[in-house]
Nanobody, 121 residues
């Protein structure tokens, strides 16, 4: 069984910073792509950033230059450093991991429970 546990959300004023963390635990053989998505009220879930197991990153245009995704492979953890936050960044942020379990050796898609980020103007 695998769990993704997120932390670090909260309320911040515009221009402020937050750092999200997501730790994967359980029966894990390896983790490939990890990422962060977000869903604002009344909107579809959207990709924010992804990072491969070799460190290659990808960002949605609206966060480029403000957000940084990173990972610690030894800790099975992915981070999202969010700077210069804007009210439009307000959303529930979800961690995602494509990981391989030791028995099946197949890749599965896992999601965290979500953490609320609220940016006040």
């Amino acid at each position: 069984q695998v769990q993704l546990v997120e932390s670090g959300g909260g309320l911040v004023q515009a221009g402020g910073s937050l750092r999200l963390s997501c730790a994967a635990s359980g029966s894990i053989f390896s983790i490939n792509l990890m990422g962060w998505y977000r869903q604002a009220p009344g909107k579809q879930r959207e990709l924010v950033a992804t990072i491969s197991n070799s460190g290659s990153t990808n960002y949605v245009d609206s966060v480029k230059g403000r957000f940084t995704i990173s990972r610690d492979n030894a800790k099975n953890t992915v981070y999202l450093q969010m700077n210069n936050l804007k009210p439009e960044d307000t959303a529930v942020y979800y961690c995602n991991a494509h990981l391989v379990t030791p028995i099946s050796r197949r890749e599965y898609d896992y999601w965290g429970q979500g953490t609320q980020v609220t940016v006040s103007s």
